[in-house]
Structures are given as C-alpha cells and as structure tokens.
C-alpha cells in the first residue's frame, strides 16, 4: 500500500519536520520509524539541493517525503516532484481557486499543468510508466492557517485532488486574533471544527502537533499528525538531562 493509499485507508500517520540539511541527521531520523518526514522549505534554509540530499538519505527507509514548499506556485512543487518528493505540502491556501491552483501545479496535463520533466523518479521506473502513473501517487496537502481559509473550508475540502489538509496552529491562532496562543479556548474550538468537517469527505485531516498535543489531536480526529522536529527532539533530550543532571548537582 502506498502512502496516498494509507490517507484515504484512515491509518494515523505519524510525522515530523526535518529543518536542517544535514544528512546524517534525515538518515538517523529515517531509521526511527517515522510513516513521513515534512521537509520544510517555508521557514528553515533548505533549497532544492538540501531537499533531494535529505530524500536520498532517507531513501533506504520506508518513510514517505513530503516537502512543504515556500509558496503556492507551480515552479517550486514542480521541483520539489522531479528531486523525488511524493508530494507536498502547499501553504497559505484560503480558498477553493488556491487549491485547485495547488492540485493543477502538482499534475500533468490534461489534468494540470506540471511540466514534463521528472528528474529522480525516472531513474527507478520506466518513464512512460511513471508519467502514466504520477497523477495518481501525487500526494496534496494544502494548509489550513488562517480565518479566510476557516470561512472557504467547504469548498477547499472539495476540490478534487486534494489528498489532506494540514492546520498551522501558530499561523491559525495569529490570524484569528490570538497571536502567540494556539491553545486558547477560541483557537482549540476552531481546530476542533475543521476536525469535524473533514467527516463524510476523502480529505485526511492533518495538523503541525508537537509531542505534547499529538494524543489530544487524534482524539479529535486528526490522522495525519505531524509530532515534532528534527531540531525539537535535539532540544527536548538536551533540556532534560540538563535538568535532571542540575538537580542532582544541588543534592551533592
């Protein structure tokens, strides 16, 4: 079963961002038992070079690439595509005109418009093969992150070829007023709602969580759960021997 195959089963699938063009650091982190790794072009310094070099560190495991790209626009998904990616996660898409915009770029005509040049993925399959076939493995994500895309979320979430949705809280709670404070009562009762209306469609819901929230955003039927970064787990073990290794510097 492949992964778009694994969205639209129901499976929870577990991910988590990798911001830094380290290799070693992707292929670690591949061996961990991940299902996807968001690779994030938006906010961390990867360009397309960063971005195939960690898919091809990654490329022994069975974790499925995913990278969000800086922008809606065809030039970067295109080749975020041909370096490997299965897919990607597409930001700031507000309405159903955007995310069509966002499928279109991720297809091959007639169905889109996505120039006809893979790069990577005809090194392992036959091209024609893959051409046939690429409209169809193609994983969109468009994201949820602000109160425009909160008013048009019917229409996004009809969209054919639109996979799964994928909430910013951080962006999300600034745009609704409450900069800085993703868990506020307000913030936590719109996330809820988007949950809510993803029942009875195709489109896997999906939400950037961290390791505190992840349990409470499956149980409000989130299934495709981005739980940290690469630099978050970095921070979070270092802080806590820190911690235990201060206190017991004070008993002694």
């Known amino acids: 079963m492949n992964f778009k195959e694994r969205i639209r089963s129901g499976e929870i699938l577990l991910g988590t961002v990798i911001s830094t063009p380290e290799p070693d650091i992707a292929e670690f982190m591949s ?3 991940f299902d996807w790794f968001w690779i994030d072009m938006e906010h961390c310094p ?4 960063d971005v195939q070099t960690i898919i091809q560190a990654a490329g022994r495991s069975d974790v499925t690439p995913i990278v969000r790209v800086p922008w809606n626009d065809p030039v970067y998904i295109k080749r975020a595509l041909d370096v490997g990616a299965a897919g990607v996660i597409v930001p700031w898409v507000n309405n159903g005109r955007e995310a069509e915009a966002a499928v279109k770029a991720c297809m091959y005509p007639p169905e889109g418009i996505r120039g006809c040049g893979p790069r990577r993925p005809v090194w392992y399959e036959d091209f024609r093969r893959y051409m046939d076939e690429a409209n169809s493995r193609v994983i969109v994500i468009v994201q949820i992150e602000t109160e425009e895309a909160i008013r048009n979320l019917d229409e996004i979430l009809s969209v054919p070829g639109v996979d799964g949705t994928m909430i910013g809280p951080s962006d999300l709670s600034a745009s609704l007023g ?3 404070d993703p868990d506020s009562r ?3 009762r719109v996330i809820r709602s988007v949950a809510e209306a993803h029942k009875g469609t195709n489109v896997c819901p999906g939400i950037a969580s961290n390791p505190r929230d992840a349990e409470k955003h ?5 299934r495709l759960v981005n739980v940290g970064s690469d630099i978050g787990f970095m921070g979070m073990a270092a802080r806590e021997t820190l911690k235990r290794l201060r206190r017991f510097l004070k008993r002694i």
């Open 31 to 33: 061996t961990l038992g």
């Open 46 to 49: 990867l360009d397309i070079k």
């Open 178 to 180: 409450y900069r800085g």
């Open 186 to 188: 307000e913030v936590q």
């Open 218 to 222: 499956i149980e409000m039927g989130f």
